[in-house]
């Protein structure tokens, strides 16, 4: 959970390099990161962050562990 706002509002705030992606939840975005991209996406009460480390997986794929990260979680 998010300490103010929702977590929409969250992934929504600008981030220095971040990225929106459609498609994915309430609200996602991008992220770079030390090792790799970083995937922020925001259901209707958690956000969820999935990183990845060496490698840059296509926006679909991002999509899918979205949803799938979602629906474990709502």
């Known amino acids: 959970r998010v300490s103010g706002g929702s977590p929409a509002d969250a992934v929504r705030r600008p981030q220095d390099g971040a990225r929106p992606l459609d498609g994915v939840g309430e609200a996602a975005a ?4 030390r090792v790799g991209p970083t995937l922020q996406v925001a259901g209707q009460r958690f956000l969820v962050t999935i990183e990845v480390a060496f490698r840059n997986p296509s926006d679909d794929a991002w999509r899918a562990a979205g949803a799938a990260a979602l629906d474990r979680v709502e």
């Open 30 to 33: 991008l992220v770079p990161a």
